[in-house]
Structures are given as structure tokens and as C-alpha cells.
């Protein structure tokens, strides 16, 4: 359950479409025409009878972009969706869009038989993923460096994607819940005596002090981040998230832009720190935190994909501002034991920004 080190957008890019089965079909209430199909841990609606349980079909899921010139997806673009989103039909909430294994045939495939439960077909289906206007400029890559191979970038699974693995891993294990901040990652690391300043991809330089990563740089100087990072005397990597104004239209509805810290980098150990050692090294360093929500045994929640998609719907940044959700991690104890990183985003957050 780690964060895979070199993929952005690691729940889009590896969950965009794929060969899924029918774990349930749920009723929904009033409506005799659709039901619910749950596919791992997402839930969608789909047409009455038109699956069984057990059944395999292709599966798009949340900020998949198909091919609208593909006939089977034509309806889309004609009710106005320009990805595959988070969608609200009388109180039920349906994510993703499920489809036959004829769409794969409709394509041009052959032998479609080969492809079987969790293979990917975004290629084959032709589907990209939606990346938003304002972190478009986070792939382009220019004269920058890329993103350190020797630190893991950021993102973590979404529990809808593995939760049983997910759930499972954090079972008889203290965990700890935080805020999911609604801004851009940042990353600064010393290295061998050498400073970074990153954002999700790429190394910034100096030619982007003014452009698109004027507010690392805002970050680096307002937190001091520089020199504090090089006189710990160690091959380090802090990471966390820049919130506010001009970031993500500003949902958390911040006076000023903050850098809130989530996450360090120990590079020799090739080990995350835990999360006291986080809090220790982030008080040292004068620099602020994510929001704790919870802290202690797994045990003592609802140990399911609702469970903590309800978690994440009671966040917010402040009245009428829903919070994105919340990040659930469990330190390393041993190999055997590794550490575990998942988020739940919110439903009422994905419906009220139309995402």
C-alpha cells in the first residue's frame, strides 16, 4: 500500500479502464429501471438486468476521458460531460460508468477472452485522463529535471480501488486520520548537499520563480524552508500541500497561501518517518501540519469503504466549504508489517465541485 514513487495521478492513471466484475447489485429505492453494480469499491448505476453478479465488463472510472467518438460514449458528450465524474441521481451517488466486453469488440479487438479481471483496456478503449486546466502546467516538462527517482512522490490509492487490500492492511494496526488538504504538492529534499524545490513532477528552477511555480518558491521563503532543510544535516525529503489563493479556486478559503506538511522522507533508510518522528522533526523546523482527525486503533472504526467515506464527508475547511476527505495511514512496524497509505475522498466534496 505504498505510494507508487513514479506515477502522478497513480488512482487515474493505473484506473482509467479496466476489466472489472460485478461483485453486487444493489435496489435502488423508486427505481425499477437502474440499479447499483459495485466494482471493487466503487458503486455505479447501470441499467437493470443488463449485468449479473459474477459478470465482467469494462469499467471507467472516475476522470476517465473516452473517446467521444466512440458511438457507445457519444451519449455522454450529448448530456455534457467532458470526463466520467461523480454524478447524483435522487440521493444516489454512482461513480464510474460500466460497460459490456462488446465495447472492446465494438473497437476492433480481437479475442477479447484474453483480458481478464483488474487488466487494463485505456489503451484499447482509447481513454486519457482528465487533467484539471489549473495543474495542466505540472506535465510540462521543458528544461526541468525530473522528479527525484530517490524519493516516492505523493499520491496515495484510493480505497475504492484495493478495499480489501486496503482495509485488510490496517485491520489489527493503530492508524492515524488526517485532513486531505485541497491545494498542490510540494516536495523539498536534501540530497548529498543538494537542495530541491518540486512540484508533482518535475524539479523547479529558477526561471519558474515568476511563472508557474512562484508559490514553491512563496513557500520556500515564507517557511524558510531552504535553510532549514539543509542544517538538519541529513538526506531528507518533506513533503505537504500549498492551499489557498489562485490554488484549486481556493475551496479551504484561505486569506493567504500556507504550506501544510503531511509526510518526511528519510533518503538513506529509504523509509518514511512515523508519524510522531513527522510531528518531532515538523515542531523542530517551526513548520504546520495537516489536521489530525483521528488517532488509534483501526479496530475502533467502521472498518469499511462507507465507514470512511463517511469520515471524509463530515471534514470541511470551514462553514459551507466541504473538506476533500482524509488520508489514513498506519507506520512501517516490520517487513511484514510495512506502512499503509490510503485516502477516502468525499462524496459530498466530489458532488459540490462538480468533480
Known sequence: MEDKENCPYVDSIKNLAYIARVAQLLPI???????????????CIVKKGSF??????????????????????????????????????????SQGLLGPLEWLSDRGVKNISRFKEGDSVAVEMGVSNFVPPEE??????????????CVPKTDALRIQH?????LDAIRNRDITVTRKEDGCSCTVLYNKGVYQLCGRNFVWNDADKQGIGAHYFEMQEKYNLKTKVAALGRNIAIQGEICGPDINENRMELKSRILSIFDAFDIDK??????????????????????????GPASALDLSVDGFLQIADKTQYCENAPGEGVVVKADAVSPSQPRVNFK???????????L
Open 344 to 354: 477516502a475522498i468525499s462524496n459530498r466534496y466530489l458532488l459540490a465541485y462538480d
Open 270 to 295: 529509504q523509509a518514511y518517518l512515523s508519524f510522531d518522528e513527522l510531528g518531532r522533526l515538523c515542531a523542530e523546523l517551526g513548520l504546520p501540519t495537516v489536521p489530525l482527525i483521528y488517532r
Open 136 to 149: 495542466s502546467n505540472q506535465y510540462e516538462r521543458k528544461s526541468r529535471a525530473m522528479f527525484p527517482s
Open 29 to 43: 429505492h423508486g427505481k425499477d429501471l437502474v440499479e447499483l453494480a459495485v466494482i471493487r469499491g466503487w458503486k
Open 52 to 93: 449479473k453478479v459474477g459478470d465482467m465488463g469494462v469499467y471507467l472510472g472516475i476522470n476517465a476521458v473516452p473517446d467521444f467518438s466512440d458511438p457507445n460514449f457519444q451519449f455522454l458528450a450529448l448530456e455534457g460531460f467532458d470526463r466520467i465524474k461523480t454524478v447524483n441521481l435522487d440521493g444516489v451517488v
Open 162 to 166: 484495493d478495499p480489501e487490500g486496503s
